[in-house]
Nanobody, 127 residues
Framework: NQELVESGGGSVQAGGSLRLSCKAS????????MAWFRQTPENEREGVAS????????YYADSVKGRFTISHDLVKNTLYLQMNSLKPEDTAMYYC????????????????????WGRGTQVTVSS
């Protein structure tokens, strides 16, 4: 069965960087979409960034544009989220997700559109 396993979370000071990784147990084909979401106890789960692998089209939340970069390595079957200039408000549990049908501007940030989820990795940013 397909599995998504996140890693790379941790605690950093504001302005620091982290790189999250999401390893899939099977090869993710170009027809799919993979994404990073984040969630806190107080906030709804929100889309951070997604990549539609057919065209390597990327989508980002306005709050992270210019600071975060989503990418994937087909050989390693791994999704990444490079997070730079981290802010305290970035503190959250970050989840990797996948939808097999791909994504577009309407669906990339909708949690219900994604059928596969990892367990999450915690990111904590202190001032």
């Amino acid at each position: 069965n397909q599995e998504l396993v996140e890693s790379g979370g941790g605690s950093v000071q504001a302005g620091g960087s982290l790189r999250l990784s999401c390893k899939a147990s099977i090869y993710t084909t170009g027809g799919g979409c993979m994404a990073w979401f984040r969630q806190t106890p107080e906030n709804e789960r929100e889309g951070v960034a997604s990549i539609f692998m057919n065209y390597e089209t990327t989508y980002y939340a306005d709050s992270v544009k210019g600071r975060f970069t989503i990418s994937h390595d087909l050989v390693k079957n791994t999704l990444y989220l490079q997070m730079n200039s981290l802010k305290p408000e970035d503190t959250a549990m970050y989840y990797c997700a996948e939808q097999l049908s791909g994504c577009d501007s309407a669906s990339w940030s909708i949690p219900g559109a994604f059928g596969l989820w990892g367990r999450g990795t915690q990111v904590t940013v202190s001032s």
